[in-house]
């Protein structure tokens, strides 16, 4: 049976993951987008992502347009592997398969 990844179990650090994933064959999405996604605020997705950074799942990458700072979330290959057995673990606790 798959196991929980306690790190991502947690719901925002699930949303922010499932929404990385979703995306991740396009350009890291800009935090502003990210919080509308996930309906976090400011200070709660920037903590769940810190966390998921420092587990190695999360890139947080910051340029600038223009003038204007940017901050952009990625999903790494550690993380898109953490998140796909994760899923794996859900859909087995769902389906009650062993």
Same mark, same amino acid.
């Given at each position: ?7 991502? =179990? ?41 966390? +998921? ?32 057995? =994760? ?5 087995? +606790? ?5």
């Amino acid at each position: 049976m798959a196991q929980a990844d306690d790190l991502i =179990h947690q719901p925002l650090r699930l949303k922010i993951m499932a929404a990385l994933y979703a995306e991740r064959d396009r350009d890291p999405p800009e935090f502003s987008r990210l919080k509308a996604i996930t309906q976090a605020t400011d200070g709660n997705l920037g903590s769940h992502l810190t966390a +998921l950074e420092k587990a190695g799942y999360v890139e947080i990458l910051k340029d600038h347009v223009g003038k204007r700072p940017r901050t952009r979330a990625a999903l790494t290959a550690t993380g898109a592997k953490a998140f796909r057995g =994760h899923v794996a673990y859900l859909r087995e +606790l769902v389906e009650g398969i062993d």
